[in-house]
């Protein structure tokens, strides 16, 4: 599985974002996608994730009612809609995917810089 994140930038604190995720190669119908992000000096963390069917969701305390995952099965895509961004969201994001029996992400994109000023 290829994945191609896109969508960083930069943001005022309380504006939004949209992450894409484009997976191509297998099929991901048996895969989790999650978004990761790792802020300068800290460890990476996992901020949202959802089975590709069914569509379960998964998202981080830190985040929960801000950030929305969602997919688009027929594009393959995976979104992390971020709302009300704070500048302790500044993180470079991640996606990746694993077989949803897998207990880790086999699979990464190349992160994508999500800078949000004060």
């Known amino acids: 599985v290829q994945l191609q994140a896109s969508g960083g930038g930069v943001v005022q604190a309380g504006g939004s974002l949209r992450l894409s995720c484009a997976a191509s190669?297998?099929?991901?119908?048996?895969?989790?996608m999650g978004w990761f992000r790792q802020a300068p000096g800290k460890d990476r963390e996992v901020v949202a994730s959802?089975?590709?069917?069914?569509?379960?969701?998964f998202v981080a305390d830190s985040v929960k009612g801000r950030f929305t995952i969602s997919r688009d099965s027929a594009k393959k895509n995976v979104y992390l809609q971020m709302n009300s961004l704070e500048p302790e969201d500044t993180a470079v994001y991640y996606c990746?995917?694993?077989?949803?029996?897998?207990?880790?992400?086999?699979?990464w994109g190349q992160g994508t810089l999500v800078t949000v000023s004060s």
């Open positions: 959802i089975r590709w069917s069914p569509p379960t969701t």
């Open positions: 190669g297998r099929t991901v119908s048996s895969y989790v």
């Open positions: 990746a995917a694993k077989h949803h029996a897998a207990t880790s992400y086999d699979y």
